[in-house]
């Protein structure tokens, strides 16, 4: 399994604006449960440093741009967000942090399921626990 991917959405060009779209089970691989964002991130700040057990979520720079580092617990992997059509897909057991938020930045999250803190890992060495005994 990749550590994470870059889906490229629809971008529909039209003079008065460009308007993107992702639909669910289409777009997005699976349904959308919650959907919620983070803007207004202090400069130097990060955002994330948790994994879920069972969440996918996808990303999005609807505006400026940010970093999203992914682990697996064997392998590393930046990504740069900066373009409102381009989506990151990250995978349930995937250590992630937000770094690097430039002035204005606004993350979309759409998210595989509604908020339950029993599905987060929050303390990276039990994180790596979690990964060693789910094999």
Not at 68 to 83: K, S
């Amino acid at each position: 399994m990749d550590i994470g991917t870059i889906i490229d959405l629809q971008k529909i060009h039209d003079p008065r604006g460009n308007l993107t779209v992702a639909e669910q089970m289409k777009d997005v691989p699976f349904e959308i449960k919650r959907a919620y964002w983070v803007y207004d991130v202090p400069a130097g700040e990060c955002r994330g440093g948790h994994a879920h057990k069972t969440l996918s979520q996808l990303l999005i720079a609807t505006s400026g741009s940010f970093t999203v580092t992914l682990d697996n617990g064997r392998e590393r992997q930046t990504f740069l967000l900066n373009h409102p059509w381009q989506a990151l897909l990250i995978h349930p057991g995937t250590w992630r942090t937000l770094d690097d938020f430039s002035s204005g930045a606004v993350c979309l999250c759409l998210a595989s399921d509604v908020y339950k803190e029993e599905d987060y890992i929050r303390d990276y060495n039990a994180f790596l626990d979690y990964i060693r005994c789910s094999k």
